[in-house]
């Protein structure tokens, strides 16, 4: 079988590119990437007009936008007040998303720390809910929630968590970031080319096949100790898991459409890694 229409692209500013991140979308079409994550990960501090310059680069180059919201969001604290603001930080990520046409805004929701895991997963429930009634009333129709499975055992973020939310959510599609469950595992789960299928049909089966139209989703080998990820590697770093060929087989077997954001240390290069190893695999 194919491959389905899979894009590559770097988490941020692709470190090669000297000057302005304006020219991004033309210099990952001069490579061959298709794909950008802007990363908000330190505060959504774009204005609406360069967000709109953005967002026009991006489709005149034929690169595919996403948004990573804020590190400091976490809607299952046990503090008012940063939820309040946590929940002000997923606001402020949809309408950047909307304003420069990109599809997805990427979010670690939350901690388990002092709920349970049901607890946390309603706290996380509401407050997107509070965030997108209020986005959506602000002008947001295209962006989509994308909450990511996260690196650490005790972040909200598994391939379950990652269901019930999006089950109970308007327009929420997940972010897998294959590295992250690797980690949050120690190792364990995904190791075989059938955990990785079956991860896909989970998703399409119980979210709606929209979701994996693309299926959005991160990449990097990775290096966890106890509880989790401890930093992110380079494709060359082959002592690191996961394996990335066998992701490639599954997006493969499944037929999906994927986006495949590089988060190696080498962000671009390493996503041109990634384009020709899935390039050997789908037979391109
Ligand atoms: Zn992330």
Redesign the pocket.
Known sequence: MPCGRLRFGPAGKPIDLKGDLLKAPAFLRELGLDAMEYEAVRGVNISRERAQKLGQLAREHGVLLSL?APYYINLSSDKRTTIQASIRRVYESLLASEWMGSYAV?V?PGYYLKYTREQALKMVIDGFKKAWEKAVSDGVRNTWIAP?T?GKSKQVGSVDDIIVICSNLEKCRP?V?WAHLYARSEGRFPQSLDDLIKIVERFEKELGSEVVKPLHS?FSRIEYGKGGEREHHTMAEEEYGPDFRMVCRALRETGVDSTIISESPILERDALVMKRICEEECGA
């Open positions: 990573h990427v670690h990511e996260t972010t970031d991160h």
